[in-house]
C-alpha cells in the first residue's frame, strides 16, 4: 500500500470524491500524488527517527526543505513541546520556513497550550494530530474531544483548526466541525485497508 502509485490512486479517488485535499507522508508520496493530481492541496510531511528525540513528524530543516521541494501546499510539523533532534528550536525553524519558503504551515500539537504556542510563533493551521500520541498524553485517546472547543475559542480567527486523529466515522467527523474544527483529517478508517480486512478476519473467525 505504500507504493507511490498506489498512494496516488487512493488520494485521486478521494479527491474525485469529495475530499478537499490529502496529507501525504514523504517527499516520494508527495510528489507521485503532485504529478498525478497537479491541483491537489496537499498537506505533506517527512516522518524520521532520530536516536536522541521522540520527535518524528518533520522533525528538521532538512525535511521542512524536502517536503516543500516536493510540492506540498502546506507543510506540517511537530510542534509539541518535546525537544527535537540535534537540539533545533521549533521557533527558529518556523521562522525560518516562513522567511526562506514562504510556507503554510500545520502545527501537529498533543494540548491546547501547544497549539496556542505555535500559532503565536507563526504556524497558519493547527491539528491535533499528536494528542494521544505524546508521553505527555498517553493516557487519553484521541479523538481530541477535550481540546477542539477551547482550541477554536482562544485560537486567532485566521488560524485554520483541523481535527485529526482517531476519527473512525462520518459520524464523528461531523462532531468535529460541531466542536469547532474548520477540517477533518481521516487516516486509517479510509487507507487502512490491512487493518480493515484484520479486523473482518478477526471477527468472523470467531
Known sequence: MRDPQVIAAMAEASLN??????????????GAVRRRCPEALIIGLWK???????VYITPGWKEIQAVW???????ALDATERARPGGAQLPALLQRAKQELGACLMADVDSLENG??????????????????????????????????PLRQQLPADVMLICEGGIASAQQARQALDAGADAVVVGTAITGVD??????????AT
Open 17 to 30: 470524491n469529495g475530499a478537499l485535499g490529502v496529507r501525504l507522508e514523504s517527499p516520494e508520496h508527495i
Open 48 to 54: 524520521r527517527t532520530f536516536p536522541d528525540s521522540a
Open 69 to 75: 521541494a516536493a510540492g506540498a501546499d502546506v507543510i
Open 116 to 149: 496556542l504556542r505555535a500559532a503565536q510563533w507563526g504556524c497558519d493551521w493547527v491539528g491535533t494530530t499528536l494528542y494521544g500520541y505524546t508521553e505527555a498524553t498517553a493516557s487519553q485517546p484521541p479523538p481530541a474531544w477535550p481540546v477542539l472547543a
Open 195 to 204: 487493518l480493515q480486512v484484520a479486523a473482518y478476519q478477526r471477527a468472523l
